[in-house]
């Protein structure tokens, strides 16, 4: 089959690789579309947790054409399907507490183990999720991330009155703002500095958008004088961070969302964390929160179609891959079979 590989530390190789079979509790899928990620950047960038070489691609949708002989449930061949590429081990102390995504014995698909950038991957039956038709191949790409904002609002639940700021209205954040939009909070602002992605903001729910600049302090402090009860990094960016809790209230709490690299560090004054009574709060991929954005996708509480600027063909991942990874893009799919 063909395949992206990553075969080292900023390396791409578009190549024929060997077609998966399944293991004994494994299902192999025909991957219908999958989305680049920016953990997939950091993956890249030898800035995260994999080893190289390492197909990629962990936000998929597709077809089961392979069952092994001991997968169980009810998975049979043709099944559309999206899979959970987080691997639990099952037994440590973390999974039989409820924290099955700080797993000891972690595994992730596309992240430790070969995943779907790539016309067919081999993962546990147990990670897979049957599809409503309602759902396109579009938005079967979608569960994955939208779990990730399921379980980032599980860590940090919402207040009716509660007024937010995002930061960054990438695709992660876009998502964000929808469901906050369907959560609760009375008030959305977003900071961004591209003015597409705030125009589409708007468009998804956001009740004020503020260009990221050298204005941005002012028209923040005009809208909220005193911070916002929610603030939330949606970038990644270190300085982005440090700079975020300027904007947050007295009891205000400020939400982890964008991925750094490993080795970032940023500057609290744990005066001012002690004085304003301030509630910091990360949120690490998801913990069984498929079902829920499954729900949403299906029912169209979350829009994603608009979400997508670029789909390609594998034979066009580098291209699109290192145009995402500059910003050029909002979510960009890979359609394996062109």
Same mark, same amino acid.
């Given at each position: 089959?063909?395949?992206?590989?990553?075969?080292? @530390? /900023?390396? &791409? %190789?578009? *190549?024929?690789?060997?077609?998966?079979? #399944?293991?004994?509790?494994? +299902?192999?899928?025909?991957?219908?579309?999958?989305?680049?990620?920016?953990?997939?950047?950091?993956?890249?960038?030898?800035?995260?947790?994999?080893?190289?070489?390492?197909?990629?691609?962990?936000?998929?949708?597709?077809?089961?054409?392979?069952?092994?002989?001991?997968?169980?449930?009810?998975?049979?061949?043709?099944?559309?399907?999206?899979?959970?590429?987080?691997?639990?081990?099952m037994h440590c102390d973390f999974c039989r507490n409820e924290q099955a995504n700080h797993c000891?014995?972690?595994?992730?698909?596309?992240?430790?183990?070969?995943?779907?950038?790539?016309?067919?991957?081999?993962?546990?039956?147990?990670?897979?999720?049957?599809? @409503? /038709?309602? &759902? %396109?191949? *579009?938005?079967?790409?979608?569960?994955? #991330?939208?779990?990730?904002? +399921?379980?980032?609002?599980?860590?940090?639940?919402?207040?009716?009155?509660?007024?937010?700021?995002?930061?960054?209205?990438?695709?992660?954040?876009?998502?964000?703002?929808?469901?906050?939009?369907?959560?609760?909070?009375?008030?959305?602002?977003v900071l961004e500095k591209q003015s597409a992605r705030l125009q589409l903001a708007g468009e998804?729910?956001?009740?004020?958008?503020?260009?990221?600049?050298?204005?941005?302090?002012?028209?923040?402090?005009?809208?909220?004088?005193y911070g916002y009860d929610v603030v939330i990094d949606a970038t990644g960016v270190p300085a982005?961070?440090?700079?975020?809790?300027?904007?947050?209230?007295?009891?205000?709490?400020?939400?982890?969302?964008?991925?750094?690299?490993?080795?970032?560090?940023?500057?609290?004054?744990?005066?001012?964390?002690?004085?304003?009574?301030?509630?910091?709060?990360?949120?690490?991929?998801?913990?069984?929160?498929?079902?829920?954005?499954?729900?949403?996708?299906?029912?169209?509480?979350?829009?994603?179609?608009?979400?997508?600027?670029?789909?390609?063909?594998?034979?066009?991942?580098?291209?699109?891959?290192?145009?995402?990874?500059?910003?050029?893009?909002?979510?960009?799919?890979?359609?394996?079979?062109?």
């Open positions: 089959m063909k395949a992206v590989v990553f075969t080292g @530390p /900023e390396q &791409i %190789s578009i *190549t024929r690789v060997p077609d998966p079979t #399944p293991a004994p509790d494994e +299902v192999v899928i025909r991957v219908a579309q999958a989305g680049i990620c920016g953990t997939d950047v950091h993956i890249y960038r030898n800035e995260y947790l994999s080893d190289f070489p390492l197909i990629p691609g962990h936000e998929f949708g597709g077809t089961v054409v392979a069952v092994g002989r001991e997968a169980g449930g009810d998975l049979a061949v043709g099944d559309r399907v999206a899979a959970d590429p987080n691997l639990y081990c000891r014995n972690w595994q992730g698909v596309g992240v430790t183990r070969d995943g779907a950038f790539a016309e067919y991957v081999a993962v546990p039956a147990r990670a897979c999720y049957r599809l @409503p /038709e309602s &759902i %396109s191949d *579009t938005a079967a790409a979608f569960v994955e #991330p939208l779990a990730c904002v +399921v379980h980032a609002l599980k860590r940090l639940p919402v207040s009716p009155a509660d007024r937010v700021l995002i930061i960054g209205a990438g695709p992660m954040g876009l998502l964000l703002v929808q469901a906050l939009r369907h959560s609760g909070a009375s008030d959305i602002t998804m729910g956001a009740d004020a958008l503020i260009p990221a600049g050298e204005a941005q302090t002012e028209a923040l402090r005009a809208r909220a004088p982005v961070i440090e700079n975020a809790f300027a904007y947050l209230r007295p009891r205000g709490r400020f939400l982890q969302f964008g991925v750094t690299p490993r080795n970032a560090r940023i500057q609290i004054s744990p005066y001012d964390l002690f004085h304003n009574d301030w509630t910091i709060i990360g949120s690490f991929a998801l913990c069984y929160t498929f079902l829920p954005a499954i729900d949403w996708l299906a029912h169209g509480v979350i829009r994603v179609e608009r979400l997508v600027s670029d789909v390609a063909p594998l034979e066009d991942f580098a291209d699109v891959f290192h145009r995402f990874a500059a910003g050029e893009t909002l979510k960009a799919h890979i359609r394996p079979a062109g």
